[in-house]
């Protein structure tokens, strides 16, 4: 076998959770990773020396979360309500366009918003022939998304105004069992019982009726409010569905009246009987499985527009407003409380973004007040006042949101956010000066005027600086679907280079223990023009994605990378929760699992564990730059080993991370020195055929973990790895 030997090691540490954020390397430590580069493709070797542990552990929070009120991450996504629209709101269409100062445009052009309506209808169980008069509604002044039940000219629909704040709608009916549905998927798989509450008020009928009625069947569910007044009156109730309806049913609710008459009505929300604290019990407990160690919210671009007061307090004096991000609305129905909520649930801690768009100063040192200030501060009683006496004692505060981006409202340059930054930093410190800050960093692949200025001229205001490789860019249809995923298999070994000349320049700088935080990750291709007279090999089923075997592979990488570069790198929150970038998805109200999923499962139960020197013997691999954003980074290929591999070791066991990024299947010989093994290895393994491949509402199980054991001689064992896989590997103790 011959050998090229090269070192492409960091030296290695870890991020302590507790005040100890900065423990310093030792020149005396081996490297944590060395790599020989060999000329077999199908076999490789991993040495592990157990007896030379680091002084570091694999920090706990580099498996995070990213969440944000984008599409349907957050409504339809982690919340467990189910109607579009709840507040019968006004419902903007993102254009995909932006004004000079950030913010969205708005679709204005009917035709433009028809389509928008028939493509959620479509998706949201509405029938074919009730879609029309769908479309027909909305420009009768119904709440986007809610339809007449009844003919056109014996229900009359106009807007008004709530109790508190917002549009309400008036509906005007000519008979009893005529007012307005909506049609939804329920997760009828998994519970028949549904709590409804509406806000609604009437001059002249008493009586209302609810149902919810399945396609298909006759096996409707009803409820009934018989006490309707002319004042605002808040009504909670439950349907429950027969067991006989199948669990692919849409549903239509039904809000109708009992005599003719008007009503005005601001609120209808539905809610499976067992969500948890408003939250999808689904999502709940997958992320909990997970052990999700921390969850970033409320943005992403969302937090730019977003003042944190609309969010709490009771739900019917909260604004419905538009989401000026992405575009439809912001309901207000999860805010700082159901997100705090949401975390205990979950067992993770909250790591909370502020608003220095449209946001000042004060308002986030009031929301930090609002979060860990005692009952009787000025904002810890308003807390108080929702429910909450206890502080949450949120510790983690991000300063903004990729502000360097002309998508972000009222961006800046980055002089402007050095100044903001300094601003910010001040005022939060003063209501709490015990939280850790993170200032917003632009992407290194090409942001580096950026992080020399803000680091230049905060300094020592600063503790950690974000980053966010969003990398990718439009790839040319020509491209081989292959040459795509291995360029982003290269991607980590130029983040961890580049990482570390910011490490360098933040210390250079003056800043003594410098850190990183990578708020948001995730794949980010997507297809190019089509390519004229070449043949096109690259389609929306082949490019490797968030949802794809590729994120996993991806994620592992750099968390791999992450460790080898601690203590400098902190943390990590992964895009995201829910039905974005890669994570869970929801379809239907069912909830399932991309292989990121797993292999971030997976990788959290390294956390705590003691870091370990590896060699690596096999194969290489090189970037082809199909990439934009790499080739413009990067103008040489970059060289990178088949296998990627981190080693760990507990009182009890030695853990294995391994990555065969490679085309071809591996047989990896393991050598684990120093440690006095068990004759067994617990292995799981994450594999697909193609780094495409991905999991669907179809097939949600098509990819996930497969459990094995191999037999350990003498410190000794055999792993093989299929290509585009990712396995973790335990070995006990004697």
């Given at each position: 076998m011959i050998m090229k030997k090269f070192s492409l090691s960091v030296w290695c540490g870890c991020l302590l959770l507790t005040s100890l954020f900065a423990p310093i390397r030792s020149g005396a430590e081996a490297p944590i990773r060395t790599f020989h580069e060999t000329t077999n493709h199908s076999v490789a070797t991993l040495r592990v020396q157990a007896n030379q542990p680091s002084s570091f552990v694999i920090p706990r929070y580099i498996t995070g979360k990213f969440s944000e009120h984008l599409h349907n991450?957050?409504?339809?996504?982690?919340?467990?309500?189910?109607?579009?629209?709840?507040?019968?709101?006004?419902?903007?269409?993102?254009?995909?366009?932006?004004?000079?100062?950030?913010?969205?445009?708005?679709?204005?052009?009917?035709?433009?918003?028809?389509?928008?309506?028939?493509?959620?209808?479509?998706?949201?169980?509405?029938?074919?022939?009730?879609?029309?008069?769908?479309?027909?509604?909305?420009?009768?002044?119904?709440?986007?998304?809610?339809?007449?039940?009844?003919?056109?000219?014996?229900?009359?629909?106009?807007?008004?105004?709530?109790?508190?704040?917002?549009?309400?709608?008036?509906?005007?009916?000519?008979?009893?069992?005529?007012?307005?549905?909506?049609?939804?998927?329920?997760?009828?798989?998994?519970?028949?019982?549904?709590?409804?509450?509406?806000?609604?008020?009437?001059?002249?009928?008493?009586?209302?009726?609810?149902?919810?009625?399945?396609?298909?069947?006759?096996?409707?569910?009803?409820?009934?409010?018989?006490?309707?007044?002319?004042?605002?009156?808040?009504?909670?109730?439950?349907?429950?569905?027969?067991?006989?309806?199948?669990?692919?049913?849409?549903?239509?609710?039904?809000?109708?009246?009992?005599?003719?008459?008007?009503?005005?009505?601001?609120?209808?929300?539905?809610?499976?009987?067992?969500?948890?604290?408003?939250?999808?019990?689904?999502?709940?407990?997958?992320?909990?499985?997970?052990?999700?160690?921390?969850?970033?919210?409320?943005?992403?671009?969302?937090?730019?527009?977003y003042h944190w007061q609309d969010g709490v307090g009771p739900f019917e004096k909260r604004p419905t407003l538009p989401n000026y991000a992405w575009g439809s609305v912001e309901p207000n129905l999860f805010g700082t409380d159901e997100f705090i909520a949401f975390c205990r649930a979950v067992g993770c801690e909250p790591m909370i973004c502020v608003n220095t768009g449209t946001g000042t100063p004060m308002e986030a040192a009031n929301w930090i007040e609002y979060c860990n200030g005692p009952a009787d501060s000025p904002m810890g009683a308003l807390r108080a006042a929702n429910g909450h006496p206890e502080p949450y004692n949120v510790k983690l505060w991000e300063v903004g949101n990729e502000m360097w981006g002309k998508w972000q409202v009222n961006w800046t340059t980055a002089a402007g956010y050095a100044d903001r930054y300094l601003q910010f930093a001040q005022t939060m410190r003063m209501a709490d000066p015990d939280i850790r800050l993170y200032a917003c960093g632009a992407p290194v692949l090409w942001g580096k005027n950026w992080n020399d200025t803000l680091v230049s001229t905060v300094r020592s205001n600063m503790q950690t600086i974000t980053d966010h490789p969003l990398i990718g860019g439009a790839v040319s249809r020509s491209a081989d679907p292959l040459d795509v995923y291995r360029d982003f298999m290269g991607v980590p070994e130029v983040l961890e280079n580049r990482w570390r000349n910011l490490e360098h320049d933040m210390q250079n700088a003056g800043i003594s223990a410098p850190h990183l935080a990578v708020t948001e990750l995730q794949l980010f291709a997507k297809l190019g023009d089509k390519p004229g007279s070449e043949p096109e090999k690259l389609n929306g089923s082949n490019l490797v994605g968030p949802g794809t075997q590729a994120e996993a592979l991806y994620d592992v990488l750099l968390y791999h990378a992450a460790v080898r570069l601690s203590p400098f790198v902190e943390l990590i929150t992964h895009s995201a929760t829910v039905n974005h970038g890669g994570g869970l998805r929801k379809h239907h109200e069912h909830v399932y699992a991309n292989p990121c999923y797993y292999a971030q499962s997976a990788f959290a139960a390294l956390a705590g564990s003691t870091i370990l020197p590896v060699e690596v013997d096999c194969a290489a691999e090189k970037t082809p730059l199909v990439l934009p954003e790499l080739r413009n980074a990067e103008s040489k290929p970059t060289s990178y080993g088949a296998l990627d591999a981190i080693a760990s070791r507990t009182s009890d066991n030695v853990w294995l991370s391994?990555?065969?990024?490679?085309?071809?299947?591996?047989?990896?010989?393991?050598?684990?020195?120093?440690?006095?093994?068990?004759?067994?290895?617990?292995?799981?393994?994450?594999?697909?055929?193609?780094?495409?491949?991905?999991?669907?509402?179809?097939?949600?199980?098509?990819?996930?973990?497969?459990?094995?054991?191999?037999?350990?001689?003498?410190?000794?064992?055999?792993?093989?790895?299929?290509?585009?896989?990712?396995?973790?590997v335990s070995v006990a103790k004697k």
């Open positions: 991450n957050i409504y339809k996504g982690m919340d467990a309500q189910v109607l579009i629209n709840p507040t019968l709101a006004p419902y903007p269409i993102w254009s995909g366009e932006m004004t000079p100062d950030g913010v969205t445009k708005f679709v204005i052009e009917d035709s433009a918003i028809d389509q928008q309506i028939k493509y959620g209808a479509a998706g949201s169980g509405w029938p074919e022939s009730e879609i029309a008069d769908l479309v027909t509604a909305r420009k009768d002044a119904l709440a986007t998304f809610w339809t007449r039940v009844g003919p056109r000219d014996a229900v009359d629909t106009s807007p008004d105004t709530g109790p508190y704040v917002g549009r309400a709608q008036r509906v005007e009916v000519k008979a009893a069992g005529q007012g307005i549905a909506q049609w939804t998927y329920l997760p009828l798989h998994r519970i028949r019982k549904y709590e409804f509450e509406i806000l609604l008020r009437s001059p002249n009928i008493t009586n209302f009726t609810i149902t919810l009625s399945p396609s298909g069947t006759n096996k409707t569910a009803a409820a009934h409010i018989t006490s309707a007044s002319p004042k605002w009156r808040r009504f909670k109730g439950f349907l429950e569905l027969d067991a006989s309806v199948p669990v692919e049913a849409a549903c239509k609710l039904a809000l109708t009246a009992d005599a003719p008459g008007q009503f005005v009505v601001q609120r209808i929300l539905l809610r499976p009987a067992d969500h948890v604290n408003g939250a999808d019990p689904d999502v709940v407990r997958l992320l909990k499985d997970s052990k999700l160690p921390l969850l970033r919210w409320p943005g992403g671009n969302f937090v730019s527009a391994l990555v065969n990024r490679g085309s071809c299947p591996l047989d990896v010989a393991v050598e684990v020195n120093g440690f006095s093994s068990s004759n067994s290895a617990e292995i799981r393994i994450l594999s697909a055929e193609v780094p495409w491949a991905s999991n669907s509402s179809l097939e949600p199980e098509k990819i996930k973990p497969v459990d094995s054991t191999a037999t350990v001689q003498d410190g000794k064992l055999h792993v093989s790895l299929p290509p585009y896989t990712v396995a973790r």
